[in-house]
């Protein structure tokens, strides 16, 4: 991407969630302009082969970092870990993150915590690690990925979406408060896509008529993300379908929003 190129060719990127889906589609597009990147995810076979093939075919530097993002510690271990290199992150892709699905009720709380801390938590302080010192050099991005969950309630995905939310309002007031600098903070709110995010939330459960229906590619979406944080752009909604069903969202109760979000996610 040209917008990449001109801005962040050389330059370091740091992703999260880089093991999967989107991660892997953010450092290749990041990775085709030259940049270089910092890859952070629990697993790390998978970021030890794209390194390999990032670093061969596009002679940038790649380093990986084994992190848990669930843990309190995770965003200053992580930062401080970047500093230990004398590495300048210049652009933060807020990307780890999962959702479960279920009624809230039958959710253990262990594993809704682990999923705020990652959704919500750490991706709040490791922005405020890192735009410090954008802030500070007057220059730096930060995209953090929200969901189209973020514009409604969402039962079955209840703390899921609500979280989403947070990320999504959080977002766009820091763009605004950042609008005198040189730093520029988006977030990416997907719909349905194709990640392996729906597997995982709701493990063996198929995916509905809605998901199979709304569909899209992960890195098409990837890429629009990317382009609206180059241009600044509060939030970025990708998809026609996504943009028209949030726009008559507008128009709808919420407690019927409720009931059609349930009976499009209701999977017996």
């Known amino acids: ?77 992580l930062y401080n870990a970047v500093k230990s290199k004398d590495i300048i992150v210049d652009a933060l892709i807020n990307n780890a993150g999962f959702g479960i699905y279920g009624e809230f009720v039958d959710v253990p709380w262990d594993k809704e915590e682990m999923q705020l801390m990652v959704d919500v938590v750490n991706l709040m302080h490791l922005t405020k690690l890192f735009l410090k010192d954008m802030v500070a050099r007057d220059f730096g991005y930060i995209l953090n990925i929200s969901s189209i969950a973020a514009f409604q309630p969402s039962p079955l995905y209840a703390s899921y979406s609500a979280g989403k939310s947070y990320v999504l309002n959080f977002t766009e007031a820091l763009n605004y408060e950042l609008r005198n600098t040189n730093v520029k903070v988006s977030t990416l709110a997907p719909g349905v896509t194709r990640t392996g995010f729906q597997e995982t939330a709701a493990k063996e459960k198929p995916l509905t008529p809605y998901q199979k229906l709304s569909m899209m590619e992960s890195r098409p979406v990837a890429q629009l993300g990317i382009r609206g944080l180059m241009r600044g752009t509060p939030s970025v909604l990708p998809g026609f379908m996504n943009k028209l069903s949030i726009f008559f969202l507008r128009f709808t109760p919420r407690r019927v929003m409720a009931l059609m979000v349930y009976r499009l996610m209701k999977i017996d």
């Open 1 to 77: 991407m040209k917008e990449v190129e001109r801005s962040l060719k050389g330059k370091w990127v740091l992703i999260t969630g880089a093991s999967s889906g989107f991660g892997i589609d953010f450092a290749n597009i990041f990775a085709e302009s030259g940049s270089n990147l910092i890859l952070v995810a629990r697993r790390v076979e998978p970021m030890q082969e794209l390194k390999r093939k990032l670093e061969a075919t596009h002679k940038i530097k790649v380093e990986v970092i084994p992190m848990d993002l669930s843990t309190k510690e995770a965003p200053v271990t």
